[in-house]
């Protein structure tokens, strides 16, 4: 293959690493999206409204309804104001009796109902909600939780997320797990979760984050007056922990060090991994890497999410053991691995095996 052939290919796969990026940059986008109506909320004292939290994170999406509770009733009125309701197991005569209700000794009521897809398909709720949301009462402050169907085109949620104050609560994706547990550690503990502890702990429970929060807590009362929360920490949680963690894999990979990782591809494929999500992991990997060689740390910086920019400094120590043309072959490499993976019969190992053998025959060679 030709140099400019190969320019051009990698020039693709910088481009389609920056628009995944931008694709999969939900984890900070609801938080930066939940930003707006909370200042509001702050800076206005007790808006009301319609408010319409959606998406599959149901943890951030608890978190953001009680942040808005919290913000529209005094705690002496509390239980006087606030009604919490099922929209699949509330009539609509009950239900628009509890929205008409005025509030009691306090300036607002509020409402949450949770699953409010439910509605879509009820004409009359669907009616009544909608109703509320072009005319809202001064006096009300209504909280709307629900997962919108894969694929639904409904006029009920697009019409939430034009009208409502919206924000989206999207998975957050395994790659920011480690930071967002290192995030929470430090805002609601005061303690500093190490990278490996957190990436342990990610891949072990997954991208749950009610799940993570509570095991975070455990944590946090297994360090104790520590004030950082280590691998061992996890352990003594009684956390099991996989045998290979996949981050310090690519990490092996990133310093060149080929022959340790020789070993860490059959363990990962016996623990769950797949040769295709080891390979996109790989690239991801060694195309932030790329940039950094061709166009510096603060490029890098300016593409990674949020919850991962922890890593660009990780990431810039890595890009110092490579020289462009290394890097653009290793890519090159994992293409022509994610083609044979999606169509050959022998095993991901074999592949990814054979990948890491030619990197070490060139080390082998240049030495």
């Known amino acids: 293959m030709s140099g400019i ?45 319609v408010f319409f939290l959606y998406g599959e994170d149901e943890h951030r999406k608890g978190e953001a309804a009680q942040t808005l509770v919290d913000a529209h009733l005094d705690p ?14 509330v009539s609509v005569e009950d239900l628009a009796r509890i929205l008409a209700t005025p509030p009691m000794m306090a300036e607002r009521r509020v409402v949450v109902v949770r699953g409010a897809e439910a509605f879509a398909g009820a004409a009359r709720s669907r009616d009544l909600i909608l109703g509320l949301v072009e005319n809202p009462p001064s006096d009300l402050a209504l909280i709307l939780s629900a997962r919108i169907p894969e694929r639904s085109r409904a006029k009920f949620y697009q019409t939430l997320i034009k009208r409502a104050q919206s924000v989206e609560f999207a998975m957050i994706t395994p790659d920011d797990v480690p930071g967002w547990l290192m995030e929470e550690a430090t805002v609601r503990f005061g303690a500093t979760m190490e990278p490996d502890a957190a990436r342990a702990l990610g891949q072990a429970i997954g991208t749950d984050l009610g799940i993570l929060s509570r095991e975070l807590e455990k944590l946090a009362a297994v360090a104790g007056d520590e004030e950082r929360i280590t691998l061992e920490h996890v352990r003594v949680a009684g956390t099991v922990l996989p045998k290979q963690d996949r981050w310090k894999w690519f990490n092996l990979v990133g310093e060149r060090r080929f022959r340790e990782a020789v070993p860490g591809v059959r363990v990962l494929l016996n623990q769950g991994e797949s040769g295709v999500g080891l390979t996109l992991g790989l690239s991801t990997h060694l195309l932030r890497i790329a940039l950094v060689v061709e166009s510096g740390l603060r490029a890098l910086e300016e593409v990674l999410p949020p919850h991962q920019r922890w890593l660009s400094r990780q990431i810039g120590e890595q890009a110092r053991g490579w020289e462009a043309g290394a890097v653009r072959s290793a ?37």
Do not use: C
Request: net charge negative; no cysteine.
């Open 331 to 367: 890519v090159l490499g994992l293409l022509r691995v994610d083609r044979l993976l999606k169509a050959s019969s022998l095993s991901d190992e074999h592949h990814l095996e054979e990948w890491l053998l030619t990197l070490m025959a060139r080390e082998d060679v240049a030495a």
């Open 76 to 89: 002496e009125t509390r239980d006087f104001n606030l009604d919490v309701v099922q929209a699949s197991e």
């Open 5 to 49: 052939a190969a320019s051009g290919i990698l020039a693709r796969e910088y481009s389609e690493e920056r628009v995944s990026i931008e694709r999969t940059d939900t984890t900070d986008a609801p938080a930066v999206a939940m930003k707006n109506p909370l200042l509001r909320v702050l800076a206005q004292g007790s808006p009301g409204g």
